[in-house]
């Protein structure tokens, strides 16, 4: 490990604040990295240097600084991790009054810095993920290669069968963001694994859950109904895409692409439909492919007004939701279940569809989603 001005200036500012000693650190070659004085940043610290050399607390008297370069009067030691000599702690003042409290300062000032590298090494890393996420999630293949190169390096076997998992956020606060990247990860490790996990920005975040042969899909399932209740805590709004099972960069790619898809439709079905699977995405994939102006005959067809009723509208998207089990709905919705029939009754009245009838449903789901798409299309 090599001590920087980003790792260990932050240290001495911190301890600066409860010692009342002037605080330098050394790099490996002696050279003043972080210091309580700005202006010896950059310059040689020579008893450093024999203190480095040495692997031993150096006392500097003041007619002793005389005979160093840039040396004031104190107490420097060596900063030994992981058995190398890294630098050196340089701390001014009496020799005698430092002495008592020089090797507790040492130690300190060492802990922080393993925290401070196991934390920068976590940082770099969690980056290095996130560029190569992002060239993954890319249609383009010219850097295929390099792909595959790049996630040897990470430690991501993309031979493992895995679905691709997209959680969208709309809107997230940044202070939000490691709250739930967190519960994310604590869920798929306590399912089915993870394979990674990174943050894409705009509230996007895009995990891969390994899908094992034999109970795979089940375990896929579990996991999302946990994330899912586990999301519900932090009361905010959010939809899951899950991906087909795939291998490889292209069978990840294909998943991920599912996956985003996936997310957009479940936004159009409303809030009641958290997350939607790949096998569920179909017919939706289907009305995708109708022509703008068929949609529109569609909707003219079954429905005199496009501005439904709110308290009706979620009443129908959740119904659908729970696949119009009338209990499950009413639970969901935190009504009596007598006044979800009346609900339904009204719903059944004012758009001449009954959704306790299965053609009916049918019609009012493809109808609500057609209605949905045609908003979008014309938003963008």
């Not at 980056?127 to 992002?134: G, H, P, R, S």
């Not at 390099?146 to 990470?154: F, S």
């Not at 009954?354 to 609500?368: E, G, I, N």
Request: glycine residues 6%; hydrophobic residues 40%.
């Amino acid at each position: 490990m090599g001590i920087t001005h980003e790792l260990a200036q932050p240290i001495v500012s911190h301890l600066g604040e409860v010692l009342d000693c002037p605080i330098s650190i050394t790099d490996s070659k002696g050279i003043i990295v972080a210091s309580s004085d700005s202006k010896r940043l950059n310059t040689r610290h020579e008893a450093a240097l024999e203190a480095i050399a040495n692997r031993s607390e150096l006392k500097v008297s003041e007619e002793m600084a005389l005979d160093y370069s840039n040396t004031l009067e104190g107490i420097t030691l060596p900063l030994i991790l992981h058995k190398s000599c890294v630098g050196a702690l340089c701390l001014k003042g009496r020799p005698e009054e430092l002495n008592a409290h020089a090797s507790i300062i040492s130690i300190a000032v060492t802990s922080l810095l393993e925290t401070a590298e196991i934390t920068h090494r976590a940082s770099t890393r969690q980056n290095m993920m996130d560029a190569w996420v992002k060239d993954l999630t890319n249609s383009s293949d010219e850097d295929y290669e390099q792909i595959v190169v790049q996630a040897g390096i990470l430690g991501i076997d993309c031979q493992k069968p895995s679905a691709l998992v997209v959680v969208r956020f709309n809107p997230v606060a940044q202070v939000e963001l490691p709250a739930l990247k967190t519960t994310i990860a604590e869920v798929a490790h306590a399912g089915p694994g993870l394979q990674f996990l990174s943050y894409t920005g705009q509230g996007h975040f895009v995990c891969a859950l390994p899908v094992a042969d034999f109970g795979g899909e089940t375990e896929l399932h579990e996991a999302c109904g946990l994330l899912v209740q586990r999301l519900a805590c932090f009361k905010l709004r959010f939809h899951i895409g899950v991906g087909r099972r795939g291998s490889g960069i292209q069978g990840y790619r294909q998943s991920y692409h599912d996956a985003l898809h996936g997310v957009r439709v479940a936004e159009r079905l409303g809030d009641a439909k958290h997350v939607l699977y790949y096998n569920e995405q179909r017919i939706f994939r289907l009305l995708e492919g109708v022509p703008d102006y068929l949609r529109e005959v569609f909707i003219d067809t079954q429905a005199e007004d496009r501005n439904w009723d709110p308290v009706l509208l979620e009443t129908l998207q959740t119904y659908f939701a729970m696949d119009r089990r009338i209990n499950e709905t009413a639970r969901a919705l935190y009504i009596h279940r007598n006044t979800l029939l009346f609900r339904l009754n009204k719903i059944a009245d004012t758009y001449r569809l009954d959704p306790r009838k299965f053609h009916d449903a049918v019609v009012l789901q493809t109808l609500l989603y057609l209605i949905r798409l045609s908003l979008d299309t014309a938003e963008s």
